[in-house]
């Protein structure tokens, strides 16, 4: 079977739980990338890239290594996609934490930056973001023609 890409993108966990850590609403972004996850993966997608960074990069590479550890996904492949193995440095314990466990859980760990970490979603046969505003990277990725599911408009 050939192997689909998904590129994930999203916020810093400031922009997406802007009064401190909404939990409600971090269990409904939770619920939303398992089921969109499992149903990308259902339509060939194996391979999901994440840049781990803090909110939703961690969340959902760690929705995709709960999925491979489940079973649900076997064949699951996490990327992490980094700009350096110390962007943790900058993370919050916690998020800190996650940073270094996804990586050692990660099927494989690419150091990029510049303009290929920017353009990491050309690869990719779809996109799963959370944006809650019409911004300008928003706006590119939709009109590239790339398949776009913007979790923060199916909660």
């Not at 971090?26 to 803090?54: H, M, P, W």
């Amino acid at each position: 079977m050939y192997d689909k890409h998904v590129t994930f993108l999203g916020y810093a966990p400031e922009k997406l739980f802007p009064t401190r850590l909404d939990e409600m609403k971090e269990d409904k972004i939770r619920r939303t990338l398992y089921q969109t996850i499992t149903e990308l993966y259902s339509n060939g997608y194996r391979t999901f890239v994440s840049d781990l960074s803090a909110g939703f990069g961690l969340m959902a590479a760690d929705t995709v290594v709960m999925l491979r550890d489940s079973d649900k996904c076997p064949d699951i492949r996490l990327v992490a996609m980094i700009a350096s193995k110390r962007q943790s440095e900058k993370y919050d314990k916690l998020s800190a934490a996650l940073f270094n466990d996804l990586l050692k859980q990660a099927n494989e760990v690419k150091t990029v930056s510049g303009k290929k970490y920017q353009d990491r979603t050309q690869e990719s046969g779809h996109i799963v973001c959370y944006s809650n505003r019409a911004s300008t990277m928003i706006h590119e990725m939709e009109m590239s023609g790339i398949p776009l599911t913007n979790i923060f408009k199916l909660i």
